[in-house]
T-cell receptor, first 114, second 111 residues
Framework: DADVTQTPRNRITKTGKRIMLECSQTKGHDRMYWYRQDPGLGLQLIYYSFDVKDINKGEISDGYSVSRQAQAKFSLSLESAIPNQTALYFC?????????????FGPGTRLTVL | DAKTTQPPSMDCAEGRAANLPCNHSTISGNEYVYWYRQIHSQGPQYIIHGLKNNETNEMASLIITEDRKSSTLILPHATLRDTAVYYCIVSVGGSNYKLTFGKGTLLTVNP
């Protein structure tokens, strides 16, 4: 089984709908992240959480919200989806502390907003 | 975080070494160099990281210049499965650990 899972893997929705993307991990990591990727571009950080009680905005948080339900679960919501939120969304995890740690990414969710 | 500059694309013959350059001329003393890769819209995969010294693991080698203003990722024997976008990232560690992804280098390994 994959260490970082994302559901759904693909989603098509309409403008104005509320959408939730879910991420679960079995790695036991404290830190979790949500990124989006537009075609031909690198990843942009939306939100990140260093532990269950810690939520931080990333570069492009407008239009998004998150919930860290447990150490292993981190959800991303689009309250009212718009077409320019059509993108590939990735969840990632990493360990806490230390000078260096690495991020482990999920398989991604392809979201299309019509 | 410091910014990086990478060529948009490179080609390599299968079985040959692939050398991917990265410039990070404004890197700070406490910033590490990380390399990740992304194979066709899959989640990015960590490859290697370094601070000052050259590093090697089962996937690749990382060569950092003495002034730390540039680095090279080396895949010693590239295979077709190494075709991917490779991202060079500089970032501090610890509590401020965040990755900033640029556009990376698309490495195409040809048969």
């Amino acid at each position: 089984d994959a260490d970082v899972t994302q559901t759904p893997r693909n989603r098509i929705t309409k403008t104005g709908k509320r959408i939730m993307l879910e991420c679960s991990q079995t790695k036991g990591h404290d830190r979790m992240y949500w990124y989006r990727q537009d075609p031909g571009l690198g990843l942009q950080l939306i939100y990140y959480s260093f532990d269950v009680k810690d939520i931080n905005k990333g570069e492009i948080s407008d239009g998004y919200s998150v919930s860290r339900q447990a150490q292993a679960k981190f959800s991303l919501s689009l309250e009212s989806a718009i077409p320019n939120q059509t993108a590939l969304y990735f969840c990632a995890t990493s360990t806490a502390g230390g000078a260096v740690d690495t991020q482990y990414f999920g398989p991604g969710t392809r979201l299309t907003v019509l | 975080d410091a910014k990086t500059t990478q060529p948009p694309s490179m080609d390599c013959a299968e079985g040959r070494a692939a050398n991917l350059p990265c410039n990070h001329s404004t890197i700070s003393g406490n910033e590490y160099v990380y390399w990740y890769r992304q194979i066709h819209s899959q989640g990015p995969q960590y490859i290697i990281h370094g601070l000052k010294n050259n590093e090697t693991n089962e996937m690749a080698s990382l060569i950092i210049t003495e002034d730390r203003k540039s680095s090279t990722l080396i895949l010693p024997h590239a295979t077709l499965r190494d075709t991917a976008v490779y991202y060079c990232i500089v970032s501090v560690g610890g509590s401020n650990y965040k990755l900033t992804f640029g556009k990376g280098t698309l490495l195409t390994v040809n048969p």
